[in-house]
């Protein structure tokens, strides 16, 4: 006699976040992976549509977006959450950016911000939607700051969170090259000071030139110093990422600085990226002090 197949369980992904912080376009990752997506449910029709989704035959997977566009129905959401919990998989996704990247977002789209009113600027809507959404964000089962995200960036990095088949797909790492004098990148999780090689900056054919020159590169790497930092930072990170994993974690900054941000960080931030790349990270860099006087 066959054996009766199992009812897959179901699940309820709501998304919730800043205004600008790309909340569509992570709806539209989880629609294109199968989910039935919802924007805008208002608060008091969740625990029935989280009903709908545990007792449906067809939709046994469900995403929603709730966000200050609720208007003051949104300080129910704490409780309906907590409430909801109890009789299906529900999963809270948090989305925030820093302020000069929501300004900037807005600025391009030229679309008011939601608490705008004659009177409020938009740093000012910024500080009341963060204040308003405070509650929310501590019960949320994953919190992803966009800042770096592009759309196709940010929807690929879901796909990753939802489908991926591996450990190593759940992480995303940022390797960072910055200048000490320009100050210490504010999102970094993990910062390596780079400073105690020797300067390829006082050599005067390779001032002007970058850590992504390969004589620049072959100068750096000429010293035994250089090629034991690499390996061991790389041997800690790969350490690091399988608990930083089962920890939660979702994406991790790593730092890497020199005093400008143009020879020796760069090229370190290179090859740990190249290191973690081989050992199946994904992981981008970014260069954020290289077009910066020297």
């Not at 205004?19 to 997506?37: C, F, I, N, P, Q």
């Not at 939802?162 to 320009?182: N, V």
């Not at 990170?237 to 991790?252: C, D, N, Q």
Request: net charge positive; proline share 5%; hydrophobic share 40%.
């Amino acid at each position: 006699m066959a054996r009766k197949r199992a009812k897959p369980s179901s699940e309820l992904v709501i998304i919730t976040g800043m205004s600008g912080s790309g909340k569509g376009s992570v709806l539209r990752a989880l629609e294109d992976l199968g989910y039935y997506s919802v924007d805008n449910l208002p608060v008091d029709l969740i625990p029935k549509f989280a009903d709908l989704v545990r007792d449906s035959s067809s939709t046994r997977q469900a995403a929603l977006v709730v966000d200050v566009r609720e208007g003051s129905g949104l300080k129910k959401f704490p409780a309906i959450y907590k409430k909801i919990r109890a009789s299906v998989n529900a999963r809270l996704i948090f989305l925030e950016a820093d302020d000069d990247t929501i300004v900037h977002r807005f600025s391009e789209t030229r679309r008011p911000h939601p608490l705008a009113d004659g009177d409020l600027a938009i740093g000012q809507s910024i500080t009341a939607e963060r204040k308003l959404l405070a509650p929310i964000r501590a019960l949320a089962d994953l919190t992803i700051n966009t800042s770096k995200f592009n759309v196709h960036d940010l929807r690929a990095f879901i796909k990753q969170q939802f489908q991926g088949d591996g450990d190593e797909s759940r992480i995303l790492i940022y390797a960072t090259s910055f200048g000490f004098r320009h100050g210490v990148p504010p999102d970094c999780d993990l910062v390596f000071d780079v400073r105690f090689l020797p300067n390829p900056n006082y050599i005067p054919t390779f001032k002007q030139l970058t850590g992504k020159n390969p004589a620049v590169a072959r100068y750096i790497r000429s010293f035994p110093q250089t090629e034991e930092f690499i390996s061991k930072v790389t041997e800690l990170l790969t350490w690091l990422m399988p608990h930083y994993i089962r920890e939660g974690k979702s994406y991790l900054t790593i730092g890497f600085g020199c005093t400008g941000g143009h020879h020796r960080s760069v090229m370190i931030a290179e090859s740990v990226k190249k290191n973690l790349s081989a050992a199946g990270y994904q992981t981008k860099i970014t260069h954020r002090d290289l077009a910066k006087p020297v």
